[in-house]
Nanobody
Framework: VQLVESGGGLVQPGGSLSLSCAAS????????IGWFRQAPGKEREGIAC????????VYTESVKGRFTISRDNTKNTVYLQMNSLKPEDTAVYYC?????????????????????WGQGTQVTVSS
């Protein structure tokens, strides 16, 4: 299994970015996906997840209403659309999945629940 994130960069406060997480070795549609981030000097934080077959999505309070998970099953890719970005959103962002989530209709963003991780993509929100 290989996950590759892309789409990070520098954006001004209030701006938007769309992160991509492309998978190989796994059919994303059948598994949950988690999004995490790690800011300098801080622990990795779970921020969102989507269950298999798009049954449900969950967002942490700090990103609810601003971030949205979506999938393109034809590309085996999951996206994290990030709007109204704030300086405190600055971090390295990771996607993750796990075979234990096969056909799960719920999800969580607890890092210990995911075995496969991407390499991360840097998001910097600054004027």
């Amino acid at each position: 299994v290989q996950l590759v994130e892309s789409g990070g960069g520098l954006v001004q406060p209030g701006g938007s970015l769309s992160l991509s997480c492309a998978a190989s070795g796994v059919i994303f549609y059948y598994y949950a996906i988690g999004w995490f981030r790690q800011a300098p000097g801080k622990e990795r934080e779970g921020i969102a997840c989507g269950s298999s077959k798009d049954a449900s999505t969950v967002y942490t309070e700090s990103v609810k209403g601003r971030f949205t998970i979506s999938r393109d099953n034809t590309k085996n890719t999951v996206y994290l659309q990030m709007n109204s970005l704030k300086p405190e959103d600055t971090a390295v962002y990771y996607c993750a999945t796990d075979f234990r989530t096969y056909n799960s209709r719920t999800c969580n963003y607890v890092a210990a629940g995911y075995d496969y991780w991407g390499q991360g993509t840097q998001v910097t929100v600054s004027s």
